[in-house]
Nanobody, 117 residues
Framework: VQLQASGGGLVQAGGSLRLSCAAS????????MAWFRQAPGKERGNVAS???????YYSDAVKGRFTISRDNAKNTMYLQMNNMSPEDTAIYYC????????????WGQGTQVTVSS
């Protein structure tokens, strides 16, 4: 399975961005998908995740501002980011696993998101 993240860029505080993660190769085996992010000098952390049936999880830092979704027919996952702040600046990675509760074994290459104040 290959994951390709896109949609990052530079946005002003209060603005919005939409990230996409396209999956290819063996996508029938995908279970949960997720977005992680890593800011300079910080550990990578889970931002949001979504099960194959659509059950979602959000970290407290993004709850109410970010929305995760997926289109199983298109093998694509999205992250709509609204009301962004400089604290959201990071490299965003998409990930997927092949069964519920398993570690995420598939990772995309990352896309840079920068929020200016």
């Amino acid at each position: 399975v290959q994951l390709q993240a896109s949609g990052g860029g530079l946005v002003q505080a209060g603005g919005s961005l939409r990230l996409s993660c396209a999956a290819s190769g063996g996508t029938f085996s995908l279970s949960s998908m997720a977005w992680f992010r890593q800011a300079p000098g910080k550990e990578r952390g889970n931002v949001a995740s979504i099960s194959r049936s659509g059950i979602t999880y959000y970290s407290d830092a993004v709850k109410g501002r970010f929305t995760i979704s997926r289109d199983n027919a298109k093998n694509t996952m999205y992250l709509q980011m609204n009301n962004m702040s400089p604290e959201d600046t990071a490299i965003y990675y998409c990930a997927a696993n092949s069964a519920p509760a398993r570690p995420f074994e598939y990772w995309g290459q990352g896309t840079q998101v920068t929020v200016s104040s």
